[in-house]
């Protein structure tokens, strides 16, 4: 029996100071790369990812993000009288259906395991994916459709996987592998942010998941890990046994835009991607270096 994947959690609660002062009154998933926010990017890859229900875990100051995926007639009136036809299409594609998409508030910041748990009644008993939208991708085949192609065949969770230089292994949650096949790895552990020395391998998850309920269930007696928060990765460790444990190596390139390089590099590479930007960005490029 194939299982869908329907819905999709995407915690958005975080306070992004490392990118304050321009988040001190906006939430850092509204951040623009090129001209669409984090966050869309993230919500159009669960899309293209047959993702049906759209929930957001959400905090203080993050209402723009609500009114961003819903309708504005005025403006969409003002686009369509004066024939901006580009325009008004452009923003009713981020109009997500009414019914579609579900908002909850994490109270406190106790970490990534405890947001995802703030969704439970929501998700229910079913698979679901979780989309970090500090990361995006640029992929021929979106990240998380890779994962959702792959799911039919290993079941249980899966993680999207890239490998990285070990000392950056505190940023990640990194695999114990039992075995790697080249495109899946099955893991017999995963631990969360582990110092370079401590690190059991160099395969780090990037910010996208698709996991069993299970780790619902495991969440709701996930003590506080690393960085004294509940760590999602420590619900995921403790089902393993119960339920098998996928790394997929994704083909496609990962930005983590939760770093200021991270998010000037995704910026100028997607850029660098759109036929209306490239050219006289290529030539700025040029200039650039040829000043450095
Ligand atoms: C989170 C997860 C970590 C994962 C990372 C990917 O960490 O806890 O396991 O590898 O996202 O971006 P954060 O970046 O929120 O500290």
């Avoid at 401590?198 to 269930?217: D, H, M, T």
Wanted: proline share 5%; with cysteine; aromatic share 6%.
């Amino acid at each position: 029996m194939t299982v869908r994947i329907r819905k999709a959690v995407f915690p958005v609660a975080g306070l992004g100071t490392r990118f304050l002062p321009a988040t001190k009154a906006m939430p850092k998933e509204m951040l623009t790369v090129v001209d669409k926010p984090l966050i869309q990017y993230a919500v159009e890859e669960a899309q293209a990812a047959g993702i049906e229900h759209f929930i957001f875990v959400t905090g203080h100051n993050k209402t723009t993000i609500e009114d961003h995926f819903d309708a504005n007639t005025i403006l969409e009136s003002i686009l369509d009288r004066d024939g901006k036809d580009e325009l008004l299409r452009a923003v009713r594609e981020c109009t997500l259906d009414s019914g579609k998409i579900s908002y909850t508030r994490q109270s406190e910041p106790k970490g990534l395991g405890h947001a995802v748990w703030c969704a439970r009644d929501l998700i229910g008993d079913e698979p679901f994916a979780v989309l970090l939208p500090d990361d995006i991708f640029l992929c021929k085949t979106p990240c998380l459709k890779q994962m959702v192609d792959a799911y039919p065949s290993v079941g249980g969770n899966v993680v999207a996987v890239q490998e990285i230089p070990v000392e950056h292994s505190w940023r990640y949650g990194i695999l114990k592998i039992k075995n790697d096949s080249g495109k899946l790895i099955r893991a017999k552990g995963i631990v969360e942010k582990p110092a370079p020395d401590k690190a059991p391998s160099r395969i780090a998850v990037s910010g996208r998941y698709i996991l069993s309920p299970e780790v619902l269930k495991e969440l709701d007696k996930t003590e506080r890990g690393a960085k004294n928060e509940i760590q999602l990765t420590d619900a995921i460790a403790a089902t393993i046994g119960k339920v098998p444990l996928t790394g997929l190596r994704y083909e496609g390139r990962r930005f983590d835009c939760g770093t200021k390089i991270g998010f000037l590099t995704a910026n100028i590479e997607f850029a660098l991607h759109r036929p209306d930007l490239a050219g006289e960005l290529k030539k700025e490029l040029k200039r650039l270096q040829s000043e450095l």
